[in-house]
């Protein structure tokens, strides 16, 4: 048995055992094994399939034309390729920018006239600034700081560690291949010199506290107006601060200078809340003090009045009849002297046998009784 032979023993070059009860002597059509075609009679069989699909023309150009035309299909239709939904298609004539296209289905001129670049577009991209996180400095837990990018000079000359994040995305994929050679460290240098930018108009104190949301709201439009000015094709879409601190060699000391104008503002407020309650208490009594003396100095304008109407009104009387305003002037001053004093009235001229004698207090007492 030849080598041919023994390869396709077992097997026809079709996959199962060729119908009919030909081929071994003696043999049948039922129970026993054909012994298949040797690789002769296939190529030969093969070719006169070309030859009848070709025309019936044989010839051994036949076969070749057929599998350049294979080969050129299939070359042609490698061309075809497809954008998925968060991707862009920028397409490549010679290395040379063509057009971009959107997600779907789409045709260029095969490799190696065109090619296509596919980056992702919807992908948000995060550069660290001032620190690195674990995975990238290879530790199991915790950050790795990055002094030369994270200490920064502030407006009233301190100094801040500040570590902060850039989140952006591609918004033109033909300006982001294109234009820039490294996306990260384009980033993260318009970044940097944003936010040393920003810090330095700023204090340490706004810095630290509540200025940090303007910082980051103002750090992202400079970066992107930088990335603008290069044709990035990048669009920063948040600046997140990760932490902002005092240098570590001066933390403690840093700290004990915020107790004391902690205590400081506490001195002050309390300062200010005894000032709210006393001033407008001493304010009150003032007022009060006031109001009382213009009311004395009413009464005693009324009653000086009254009293020179009243003069005036008897020197009137006076003037038309002195015998008896002299005489009504001193029985009212006698009566207002004689008033509260204890009174006995002797008569001279009654007889010696009578006790001359009024008691007068005594009288007016019984009489009150009664």
Known sequence: MSFKDKIFKNQSPWGSPPPGGGGMPGGNGSGSRQDPPNLDDIIKNFQKTINKF????????????????????????????????????VVLR???????????????????????????????????????????????SGVGNVPEESLMLTGDENIVDINYSVFWVIKDAQKFL???????????????????????????????????????????????????????????TQVQTQQADPPEQVIDAFRDVQAARADRERSKNEAEAYANDVIPR????????????????????????????????????YKNAKQVTQERMYLETM??????????????????????????PELKKSGSNN
């Open 94 to 140: 010679f290395g040379k920018y063509v057009n971009t296209t959107q997600p779907g289905l789409h045709y260029h001129f095969p490799t190696p006239f065109e090619r296509v670049l596919t980056p992702k577009v919807t992908k948000v991209n995060r550069v660290d600034v001032g620190f690195r996180p674990a995975s990238d400095t290879g530790r199991s």
């Open 282 to 317: 001493a304010r009150g009594e003032a007022e009060q003090v006031l109001q009382q003396a213009e009311a004395y100095k009413k009464e005693v304008v009324a009653k000086a009045e009254g009293e020179a109407s009243r003069f005036l009104a008897i020197y009137n009387e």
């Open 335 to 360: 009566e207002k002297v004689l008033a509260d004093i204890d009174k006995v009235i002797i008569d001279k001229e009654s007889g010696s046998g009578v006790v001359p004698y009024l008691p007068l």
């Open 54 to 89: 070709s025309g019936g023309k044989s010839g051994g150009s036949r076969p070749i034309i057929m599998g350049l035309l294979i080969l050129a299909l299939l070359y042609v239709a490698s061309g075809l390729y497809r954008v998925l939904p968060d991707e862009q298609g």
């Open 178 to 236: 294109f234009n820039i050679q490294s996306p990260i460290e384009t980033v993260k240098a318009a970044s940097e010199t944003a936010m040393r930018e920003v810090i330095a108009k700023n204090r340490i104190q706004n810095i630290l506290t509540e200025g940090r949301s303007k910082i980051e709201i103002e750090v992202q439009e400079i970066t992107q107006i930088i990335l603008d000015e290069y044709g990035s094709g990048i669009q920063v």
